[in-house]
T-cell receptor
Framework: SAVISQKPSRDICQRGTSLTIQCQVDSQVTMMFWYRQQPGQSLTLIATANQGSEATYESGFVIDKFPISRPNLTFSTLTVSNMSPEDSSIYLC???????????FGSGTRLTVV | DAKTTQPTSMDCAEGRAANLPCNHSTISGNEYVYWYRQIHSQGPQYIIHGLKNNETNEMASLIITEDRKSSTLILPHATLRDTAVYYCIVNAGNMLTFGGGTRLMVKP
């Protein structure tokens, strides 16, 4: 199956700052997905990132707060902007994986905003 | 995507079979049933999926009822490492929508 490297694995950030999370895949994929998992909650899709076009955001998520880049078929970044303590979550990237006929997830970035 | 209903939590004795139910009464004809699990502090892991036939792989078996309105994930011999949150998702080929899942606790 696809191997996803997500960086950083964790970070503690000051409120008002921004953090960029990187997601690298070992194979070319058409769509990459970004999820948020708030403490004790399930995963919520933030946006879908296609190479060569703007990301598609789900209800409740906006580009100004969560800008996404997708420069090529193996890489994407998610930025959490102007952070507040409510942004403390695990952020995960995911790709559609033909090898498993499903989706593979990165190990996540655990963000704490203080 | 159709919604799913799962019990919030279940316990299972180590070495016994764990049977995790899922209701998806509004599933469409082209939607697959997927199962993922999330072990603490890790990303979700794919387990198995099926359309209407029962499926088995090295991790688990998936039993789908004939009307496709419910399914059961079976871990034949649960170990302590199977303690995790198990998500049942119905999907027609686009992004996954996660529900609350079932927290399975395997006890010695």
């Amino acid at each position: 199956s696809a191997v996803i490297s997500q960086k950083p694995s964790r970070d503690i950030c000051q409120r008002g700052t921004s953090l960029t999370i990187q997601c690298q895949v070992d194979s070319q994929v058409t769509m990459m997905f970004w999820y948020r998992q708030q403490p004790g909650q399930s995963l919520t899709l933030i946006a879908t990132a296609n190479q060569g076009s703007e990301a598609t955001y789900e209800s409740g998520f906006v580009i100004d707060k969560f800008p996404i880049s997708r420069p090529n078929l193996t890489f994407s970044t998610l930025t959490v902007s102007n952070m507040s303590p409510e942004d403390s979550s695990i952020y995960l990237c995911s790709v559609e994986d033909q090898d498993v006929e499903g989706y593979t997830f990165g190990s996540g970035t655990r963000l704490t905003v203080v | 995507d159709a919604k799913t209903t799962q019990p919030t939590s279940m316990d299972c004795a180590e070495g016994r079979a764990a049977n995790l139910p899922c209701n998806h009464s509004t599933i469409s004809g082209n939607e697959y049933v997927y199962w993922y699990r999330q072990i603490h502090s890790q990303g979700p892991q794919y387990i198995i999926h099926g359309l209407k036939n029962n499926e088995t792989n090295e991790m688990a078996s998936l039993i789908i009822t004939e009307d496709r309105k419910s399914s059961t994930l079976i871990l034949p011999h649960a170990t302590l490492r199977d303690t995790a949150v198990y998500y049942c998702i119905v999907n027609a080929g686009n992004m996954l929508t996660f529900g609350g899942g079932t927290r399975l606790m395997v006890k010695p």
